[in-house]
C-alpha cells in the first residue's frame, strides 16, 4: 500500500487549488484519506499541509475542522490532528442502511428493466474485468460505485443515492482496504448475479443477490481487523 504523509501528496497542488481552495482542499484530503494512501493514525500539520498547497492555514484549518466533522480526521487540542481509524460500528451502520436501501432499488429494477439499462451494466462488468487485476484499486472501485448509482438511478432513486454518500464514508475506507487485499472478482461475480437476475425480471434474486452482496462485508471486517488493528478504532473509542 502507498502511504501518503502531509508533505508527500501524489498529485500537484494546483491540480486541486484552481478554483475555490476550501474546498479543493478538503476534496484532496478526504480522498487520501478513504483510499487509504494517509494511514489511520497519521499526524497532520496545518502547517505542513499549508506550505505544500501554498495557501495560508484558515482553509487548511477549515478542511480539517469539515474533514473532522466527518470523522475523518481527529482535532485533538493541544496535541494535533491526526487520521482517524476506522469505526467499526460506522461501518456496519452504513451497509445495514445500504442494504435497506438497494434491496428495494434492485426489486424496482427488476419488475420491468430496459435494454438501455441491462446493456449499460454489462458495460460496467466488462470494465470492471479489464482493471480487476491491476496493482491500484481505484479504477476498479470508481467502476463499482457507477455500478450502484446506475441502479439507483434506473430507479428513480439518483438523488436517494446522493443522501447516502455522507453515511457510507467509513464503509468506503473499507471498500479500499478490501480491494487491495480480497480478490476483486469475486465482487465481480456477484455484480454479474444482480444484472441476471434484474435480467430475468426476477426481483426476488435480485434482491437476495444484492443482499449477499452487500453482507459480504460483514464476513471481511473481522478479517481485515485482526490483520490490521492499527487501522481501526478499539470497541472502547477512540485512541487518546
Do not use: C
Request: hydrophobic content about 45%; glycine content about 6%.
Amino acid at each position: 500500500m502507498n502511504v501518503r504523509t502531509a508533505t508527500t501528496f501524489p498529485v500537484p497542488p494546483h491540480v486541486f487549488l484552481e478554483k475555490a481552495v476550501g474546498p479543493q482542499l478538503w476534496r484532496a484530503i478526504r480522498e487520501w484519506i478513504l483510499r487509504g494512501e494517509l494511514l489511520p493514525g497519521a499526524r497532520l500539520s496545518e502547517i505542513d499541509v499549508a506550505n505544500v498547497f501554498g495557501v495560508s492555514r484558515q482553509p487548511v484549518r477549515e478542511a480539517f475542522i469539515k474533514l473532522a466533522e466527518e470523522s475523518l480526521l481527529e482535532i485533538r487540542p493541544q496535541r494535533g490532528t491526526y487520521v482517524s481509524r476506522i469505526r467499526i460500528s460506522a461501518v456496519t451502520s452504513a451497509r445495514f442502511v445500504r442494504e435497506a436501501v438497494e434491496a428495494d432499488i434492485v426489486r424496482l429494477v427488476a419488475v420491468q428493466p430496459s435494454d438501455e439499462l441491462i446493456l449499460d451494466l454489462e458495460r460496467l462488468l466488462d470494465a470492471q474485468r479489464l482493471v480487476a487485476e491491476g496493482p491500484d484499486p481505484q479504477g476498479f472501485l470508481i467502476l463499482d460505485e457507477q455500478f450502484h448509482r446506475r441502479l439507483a438511478e434506473a430507479a428513480g432513486q439518483g438523488s436517494g443515492w446522493e443522501i447516502l454518500q455522507p453515511l457510507k464514508t467509513q464503509m468506503d475506507r473499507m471498500r479500499y482496504l478490501n480491494a487491495r487485499h480480497f480478490p476483486r472478482d469475486r465482487l465481480i461475480t456477484q455484480h454479474a448475479d444482480v444484472v441476471s437476475a434484474i435480467r430475468e425480471r426476477d426481483p426476488d434474486a435480485a434482491e437476495a443477490a444484492m443482499r449477499g452482496h452487500l453482507r459480504q462485508i460483514l464476513d471481511d471486517l473481522p478479517v481485515m481487523a485482526a490483520a490490521l488493528p492499527d487501522f481501526f478504532e478499539p470497541r472502547g473509542g477512540p485512541v487518546t
